[in-house]
């Protein structure tokens, strides 16, 4: 299984920057892929999920609003699209994925945690600093 993150840079407060996690094999042999960022000397946090079969796509707190998930089937991605970036936003960007998710969070939308996820993919460095 391959996660290959793709599509950071850096960019000046309030900019917009499109990642994108392409995943080996078809996106519906996994039920959830989500995006994590770990900024320097912190740990390693969710930033969004999206769950296949209709499950709800699920935001962190710190991004609800400016960050969208989305899945393309058809290439086997799932994009994240950050809009109104601050600083707070740098980081190195990583997509998970995981065969099988815990009910309680498609029944409560909350992010599943890092060690719940069965695949992880090199990180692509966001920096947002003007």
């Known amino acids: 299984v391959q996660l290959q993150a793709s599509g950071g840079g850096l960019v000046q407060p309030g900019g917009s920057l499109r990642l994108s996690c392409t995943v080996s094999g078809r996106l519906s042999d996994y039920y959830g892929i989500g995006w994590f960022r770990q900024a320097p000397g912190a740990e390693r946090e969710g930033v969004a999920s999206?769950?296949?079969?209709?499950?709800?796509?699920v935001y962190s707190d710190s991004v609800k609003g400016r960050f969208t998930i989305s899945r393309d089937n058809a290439k086997s991605s799932v994009i994240l699209q950050m809009n109104s970036l601050r600083p707070e936003d740098t980081g190195t960007y990583y997509c998970?994925?995981?065969?099988?998710?815990?009910?309680?969070?498609?029944?409560?939308?909350?992010?599943?945690?890092?060690?719940?996820?069965?695949?992880w993919g090199l990180g692509t460095q966001v920096t947002v600093s003007s």
């Open positions: 999206t769950f296949s079969g209709g499950g709800p796509t």
């Open positions: 998970a994925a995981v065969v099988h998710v815990a009910v309680s969070h498609i029944q409560g939308h909350t992010l599943p945690r890092t060690d719940e996820y069965d695949y």
